[in-house]
T-cell receptor, first 111, second 115 residues
Framework: GESVGLHLPTLSVQEGDNSIINCAYS??????FIWYKQESGKGPQFIID?????DKRQGQRVTVLLNKTVKHLSLQIAATQPGDSAVYFC??????????FGQGTELSVKP | DAGVIQSPRHEVTEMGQEVTLRCKPI?????LFWYRQTMMRGLELLIY????????DSGMPEDRFSAKMPNASFSTLKIQPSEPRDSAVYFC?????????????FGPGTRLTVL
């Protein structure tokens, strides 16, 4: 029979606007977090990471914010471009050597 | 830099057949990871190796799945016998060193369809 798949959360933004993608993580012992971007038909690609001793880290057009109190992670993309359209995953490392990925958010950029 | 290489890119097989997926990590990387991605379960770690030794295989779904890393430049993931529920995209990733905080680089994936 046909299986029913999950519908990913979707964020739709206008080109040039800022995007904010949110993620809740599960393990309070996790001390390293990563955001990955996955384009259709490709493997996940590293965007930016942050360690638990920080609450903010900036890259080129991207900023990651970490709130350990509520176990929340966000990715901010400035001046979003059509090439930013993809599925974005947060991942946590729980000190056991493994990455645990979130379900993903699909970002759609309207020209 | 060639990146992580996976083959085949697409595999269609019939239930009960053996399937072998191949991965060549980035040269100089000594940690290798196999992931499975489905719409239902997202991206899941199956097994990872460090210096060719399996470190954690707790994500391997059942005995039908096995993985090997005979040398630093090659790994296989085998499913025998395959079942329709194994249909997924299988990714291989590699990272430098044993430090778990090192960035993982993903290959393009193998899309497996089991009929």
């Amino acid at each position: 029979g046909e299986s029913v798949g999950l519908h990913l959360p979707t964020l739709s933004v206008q080109e040039g606007d800022n995007s904010i993608i949110n993620c809740a993580y599960s393990n309070s012992a996790s001390d390293y977090f990563i955001w990955y971007k996955q384009e259709s038909g490709k493997g996940p690609q590293f965007i930016i990471d942050i360690r638990s001793n920080m609450d903010k880290r900036q890259g080129q057009r991207v900023t990651v914010l970490l709130n350990k109190t509520v176990k929340h992670l966000s990715l901010q993309i400035a001046a979003t471009q059509p090439g930013d359209s993809a599925v974005y995953f947060c991942a946590e490392n729980d000190q056991g050597g493994k990455l645990i990925f979130g379900q993903g958010t699909e970002l759609s950029v309207k020209p | 830099d060639a990146g992580v290489i996976q083959s085949p890119r697409h595999e269609v097989t019939e239930m009960g057949q053996e399937v072998t997926l191949r991965c060549k990590p980035i040269s100089g990387h000594n940690s290798l990871f196999w992931y499975r991605q489905t719409m239902m379960r997202g991206l899941e770690l199956l097994i990872y190796f460090n210096n060719n030794v399996p470190i954690d295989d707790s994500g391997m779904p059942e005995d039908r799945f096995s993985a090997k890393m005979p040398n630093a430049s090659f790994s296989t993931l085998k499913i025998q016998p395959s079942e329709p529920r194994d249909s997924a995209v299988y990714f291989c990733a590699s990272s430098r060193g044993a430090d778990r905080l090192n960035e993982q680089f993903f290959g393009p994936g193998t899309r497996l369809t089991v009929l």
